[in-house]
């Protein structure tokens, strides 16, 4: 058993994206105790950070102790009690993934189900909700398995009409797109770290509202899960009168999150967020000059998590394959009733320049010549120069 | 805000241990994707890994994605269902969590309680066990709230005499005593990295029996927990026939895991243990020297965390806060019944060597004599010596 030496890679897949050396280097920073003081004041910082990020200034902000799963598992965990009702929005994997978790907890579930591509459809979801009172209505923002945006505020907004609690998933959203949770005035918003933020994979930030925090702390039963019980959780990062213990957090990981979100800040958030509109046109701009297209429509598209359809007669893992073995650059398959349909293209956070857009069309352009489809690298690279001349 | 520059801390309470710079080193390498498949070679190296150090060559073996807690939860919540009943031994703070956690898994809970610092009562829990029929007996090895080490060969073999099955915390005791997997006939063992590993926080190896992957997969109902699904989790690490993506594990949380595991088979499993031991009989040997004495009875005391009675008359907090200001060195408070009463010394991992001994000790005289409590250094750091002889 040797030491492990990581090949190069060039992360274009749906995450985790390319970590920068100055948040690799943050991970290698020396192990101090979880109860420290100065630890204790770099949590205070990351909270307050979160809430910027998040902009939520009256939500409470943690980064929880595992992937972007977590943060799920928390929202409908700690929010759903046996027997109240869940209207969750399906369409994609997370929104699967959702109703599952809500059945696990001991919640009615109702399925609002979406055709894979599509963004969520809120007159549906206002149906569902107008049928019975409801505990909570959860739904993907930014879907990673189709690259799917949904409307966000609509659905918070439908959400509070009929006084259900709104649970939204901002793994691939946060940093990449506007997120928005006191405009939306969101209820249990959570994300990952290995997405826009370029940290990572393994913590998922989290924001409660305080409508979400009453109605944890007035719960009938215990909370299905000792981890992430925010009622317990809270007084592991809670500021004031000192901490109780409660797990022991995971130190370098966050220094990791810490350094990417003062990276964030030095470029700004809108920066950052234009900068993710404008690699994305590039990329479609180039796809397209290669003969390619999108499965999601313009309007709806993630800049950030690309969903391109395969060419007829082409062999999309051989495509795959090709670009990892000949440019060690990972792109992502397709999920469910899209695999072997797609391939996703990330362009998340530190993934998100004009070389990477590059590199991949050059890539991809010659993984498809190599079964016969013919790309012209050089169309789709001087539509990229149009784009971002 | 800004990056974030760690003090220098000596890492001598109940975890996180001092982290050796390869591990360090190892966790800020380029982040690559989690499905690629140097990735997935690095889990197959883990997973075997992980077997020879909990010496269970025939358990199925993986890193969860969470701190030691997580494996809690992961043992407790997979082998439960709703009415189920759940012996728990307790005599310390984790023995009462994993109660709190069966509850919350809906079984029937019977607690044995013990008074803090004692060893678990194989009598005792027998005489649970044959109350009733029972699904699973749950215990800790290395209690890390007091100090005490219990007889988890016995306590296996009584919960297989009676048909239940055994949940081990070794979260504590994992590289740092004998973890016996193999020959306890355990179940569920399940450890962190922040002890005895030297790793940063944040992982949990754990280990499942056939008969414990059986009960799981047999389940009437589903898990209380996504994440932490076994039934879904073993599809993400199974090597055969490809992996089912899940959730996105921990890159290069995994990259300090493995290059501690290469550091600790590198110095021999064994050669480890024994390290412990010395360095604990050399510790005491100071500390007694000094006029201090322990809470745990000779025989159960573990090496790696050394619980200290408080003298008479000192502050021990401020005893604490000397020995952090003026040696950067952390030291542990004691926990619920024993707050005030100990202090908690880790010796664990990197941190079990001559030289955090006499650190600590000469760190240790010094706050004591500021108190007015007469410690003689240099009696202490002799007796060290002859120890160590």
């Known amino acids: ?69 977590a943060g799920m598992e928390a929202a409908i965990m700690n929010l759903l009690e046996p027997g109240e009702r869940c209207v969750v929005a399906i369409n994609g994997a997370f929104g699967g993934r959702m109703a599952d978790m809500a059945d696990r907890a001991g919640a009615t579930v109702v399925t609002v189900d979406h055709d894979w591509g599509l963004p969520v459809d809120p007159a549906r979801v206002e149906a569902a909700l107008a049928d019975a009172p409801t505990k909570v209505l959860a739904f993907v923002h930014a879907e990673t398995s189709t690259g799917a945006k949904s409307d966000a505020a609509s659905l918070c907004a439908i959400a509070r009409r009929y006084g259900a609690l709104s649970v939204v998933d901002c793994v691939t959203s946060l940093g990449g797109i506007v997120v928005d949770v006191a405009g939306w005035d969101a209820d249990v918003v959570y994300s990952g770290t290995q997405k826009c933020l370029s940290a990572p994979p393994g913590l998922s930030p989290i924001a409660l509202s305080k409508r979400a925090q009453a109605a944890i702390s007035g719960r009938k039963e215990k909370v299905r899960n000792w ?162 001349a």
């Open 1 to 69: 058993m040797q030491s492990f030496q990581p090949p190069r890679r060039i992360l274009m897949g749906p995450g985790p994206s390319d970590v920068s050396p100055r948040v690799l280097a943050a991970l290698a920073r020396p192990t101090i105790g979880h109860l420290d003081p100065e630890f204790q004041a770099l949590m205070e910082e990351i909270k307050g950070a979160l809430q910027r990020l998040f902009n939520a200034p009256d939500h409470a902000c943690v980064p929880l102790p595992g992937p972007g799963t």
């Open 227 to 388: 981890l992430l019980d925010f009622n317990l959780l809270m007084s592991y990062w809670g500021g004031e009168g000192g901490r109780t213990y409660h797990h022991t957090a995971p130190i370098n990981a966050l220094y990791g999150l810490h350094e990417s979100l003062v990276a964030i800040f030095e470029e700004g958030q809108q920066a950052a967020i234009v900068r993710h509109a404008r690699m994305h046109e590039a990329l479609v701009a180039g796809l397209e000059a290669a003969g390619l297209s999108m499965l999601v429509a313009e309007a709806h598209r993630l800049p950030q998590l690309n969903t391109v359809r395969v060419p007829e007669g082409v062999n999309e893992a051989a495509v795959r394959a090709h670009v990892l073995k000949t440019w060690d650059l990972e792109i992502g398959a397709g999920l469910g009733p899209l695999k072997g349909q797609v391939w996703r293209i990330g362009l998340m956070g530190a993934s998100a320049t004009a070389w990477h857009v590059r590199l991949c069309l050059t890539a991809l352009c010659e993984a498809l010549n190599a079964q016969g489809f013919a790309a012209d690298v050089k169309a789709a690279l001087a539509a990229v120069d149009r784009k971002l």
